[in-house]
């Protein structure tokens, strides 16, 4: 992306804040529950298995960073028409 070399294979990674109300977890949706996604990274990064237990306290960490979800209200926008202005994006100031 930044075409530097330095970058290469570097990759932006979600914060796991709110994880547990981010399902289907992966950039495929592979895994629709949080037990499910550990179960696939212990096996992926680190080559072993779980026993249920540990899952279960991983999870249970895992939805600690669960917080108050914040509220706001969208705006209601005029209507548009013919004569209404259109935006023009990337223009030069």
Same mark, same amino acid.
């Given at each position: 992306?930044?075409?530097?070399?330095?970058?290469?294979?570097?990759?932006?990674?979600?914060?796991? $804040?709110? *994880?547990?109300?981010?399902?289907?977890?992966?950039? +495929?949706?592979?895994?629709? /529950? =949080?037990?499910?996604?550990?179960?696939?990274?212990?096996?992926?990064?680190?080559?072993?298995?779980?026993?249920?237990?540990?899952?279960? $306290?991983? *999870?249970?960490?895992?939805?600690?960073?669960?917080? +108050?979800?914040?509220?706001? /209200? =969208?705006?209601?926008?005029?209507?548009?028409?013919?004569?209404?202005?259109?935006?023009?994006?990337?223009?030069?100031?």
């Amino acid at each position: 992306m930044t075409g530097k070399d330095i970058d290469r294979f570097n990759f932006k990674v979600p914060t796991l $804040r709110n *994880v547990e109300l981010t399902y289907p977890y992966f950039h +495929d949706g592979a895994a629709n /529950t =949080l037990a499910e996604s550990v179960t696939i990274m212990d096996r992926l990064q680190l080559g072993r298995k779980f026993s249920p237990d540990e899952n279960a $306290r991983i *999870v249970a960490f895992l939805k600690t960073l669960t917080g +108050d979800q914040p509220s706001f /209200t =969208l705006p209601i926008l005029p209507p548009s028409a013919d004569s209404t202005p259109r935006p023009t994006p990337f223009a030069k100031n």
